[in-house]
């Protein structure tokens, strides 16, 4: 985390995190980074302490005051509080330390605003940072300098204080719309997916768990990742072909984080939608951080929100630092529950090839088949899948093929092409006894 480049911030900043009895524990340092992530050069982090937050200052006037003097003495430019602010609150706030003051949605928001790259996800931030907005219209910036951007002020914001919340509504209306019909349009991706029965496995987790090196390396792109919170904002999607499975597609997505309020759930819940339809989900965890247990329940919670009823493997990441073995651990047989591995040193990454072969594919056989010459189709899929261990011919120039395959797999490419399951598995034809409609919803 060190590798954090200083030079990225240029935004004179001060800090403020309060720890509230009331309130659940805060990060720190996680709060320092998401700082540095949007730009900011930090000055001081100052801590107090509450039993429970000022309804007009949410601190004390002392502490207060207190930082009124450091943004003097260091010549601040902003004030980032670690905690969700009322309107009158930041206000109040920015009347004693005369310079402005954001806190943590805003501060979440202003990333989000950096980093979306695709149309969607831009679409989401402005809706989110609008729908933010409106809370506050309120607050006036008045003489605040709110012409030059920054921390908090990139996206929509200054010409929206500007305007009334008529424009605000219309703006926020067209937005929805927009970002409907791109939904549309993914939601056709996915029923043809769906429909072509290719499964989805999506790669979930904390922010910097190592989501994207993890997806750069199993699909061989170049997906960006960098050492940043939030590199990623919109799901990433490739056609993989692993061996045993044919097709599947991969998708990355954006980091998790603690605390995340719930309009900002609600707002990325369109990018999150790719999660929930998965047919698998890759939890991918930072191993070495030290709040891993915290990180893991978070994103644990935040797919309960979302309703995500799909398997999960657990992907313990980055064992290079955290001195772990690259393994499988099972909860019965077939069906594995976590695996262990590096994205960077590759460790593993055959065992979570493995792991996931499993949970999608039940336990692997051999079968011996007897396929006729017209079945040419049939033996181009095995070989595709790269299944096949061996093959002959018998005297009347039919195909004997020995393959190692998931049944499940085997039985869903010979019923979906039609084929008389008994001329070419023999006795084992009885393994198979479900009707051959629900086969052919998937077709
Ligand atoms: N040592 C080590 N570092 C890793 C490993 N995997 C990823 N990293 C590093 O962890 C940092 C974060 O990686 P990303 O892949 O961007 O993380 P992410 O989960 O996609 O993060 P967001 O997109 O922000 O949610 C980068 O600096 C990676 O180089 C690993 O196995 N070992
Ligand atoms: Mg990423």
Redesign the pocket.
């Known amino acids: 985390m060190d590798q954090l480049k200083q030079q990225h911030g240029t935004e004179q900043v001060i800090l403020v995190s309060v720890a509230v009895q009331m309130l659940e524990d805060l990060d720190a340092e996680e709060f320092n980074l998401l700082a540095q992530s949007a730009g900011a050069n930090i000055l001081q982090h100052v801590h107090a302490s509450r039993i429970k937050p000022d309804a007009k200052l949410f601190i004390g006037s002392g502490k207060a005051e207190e930082i009124a003097a450091l943004v003097q003495e260091y010549e601040a430019e902003l004030v980032i509080f670690d905690h969700a602010l009322t309107p009158a609150q930041a206000r109040n706030l920015e009347q004693v330390m005369h310079c402005r003051v954001v806190d943590r949605t805003e501060l979440i928001l202003d990333i989000f605003a950096q980093r979306a790259r695709t149309y969607e996800g831009k679409l989401q931030v402005e809706l989110a940072q609008l729908q933010h907005l409106s809370s506050r219209l309120i607050r006036s910036r008045g003489n605040l300098d709110s012409q030059k951007g920054g921390i908090g002020l990139r996206g929509p914001g200054e010409t929206v204080l500007e305007t009334d919340r008529r424009l605000l509504r219309i703006r926020m209306g067209q937005l929805k719309a927009k970002i409907d019909k791109v939904k549309q349009t993914r939601m056709q991706g996915r029923i043809a997916r769906q429909k072509a029965a290719v499964p989805t496995v999506s790669l979930v987790?904390y922010?910097?768990?190592?989501?994207?090196?993890?997806f750069n390396t199993l699909a061989h792109s170049n997906v960006y990742?960098?050492?940043?919170?939030?590199?990623?904002l919109d799901p990433t999607l490739r056609r993989l072909n692993w061996d045993g499975i044919g097709n599947l597609v991969l998708a990355d997505t954006?980091?998790f984080v603690r605390n995340l309020s719930h309009s900002l759930v609600e707002s990325f819940k369109a990018t999150l939608e790719e999660t929930v339809e998965a047919t698998l989900l890759l939890h991918?965890i930072d191993s070495s951080s030290p709040d891993m247990l915290e990180q893991i329940e978070a994103v644990e919670s935040v797919l309960k929100e979302i309703g995500a009823d799909v398997p999960v493997l657990r992907v313990y990441?980055?064992i290079?630092?955290s001195g772990e073995q690259a393994k499988i651990i099972y909860h019965a047989p077939h069906q594995p529950e976590r695996v262990y591995v590096?994205?960077?040193?590759g460790q593993g990454l055959d065992l979570l090839r493995q792991a996931v072969h499993e949970l999608l594919m039940g336990n692997i056989q051999s079968f011996d088949l007897t396929l006729k010459p017209a079945y040419g189709k049939l033996r181009n899929q095995l070989y595709q899948l790269n299944v096949i261990q061996s093959e002959q011919y018998d005297e009347q120039g039919n195909l004997l093929l020995r393959v190692m395959i998931a049944p499940s797999k085997l039985e869903q490419l010979i019923k979906q092409a039609h084929l008389p399951l008994q001329e070419i598995l023999g006795e084992r034809a009885s393994l198979f006894q479900k009707p051959l409609e629900e086969f052919e919803i998937k077709d």
């Open positions: 987790g922010t910097n768990a190592g989501k994207s090196t993890l990742a960098a050492d940043q919170l939030f590199a990623t954006v980091g991918v990441n980055k290079d630092v590096s994205a960077h040193s």
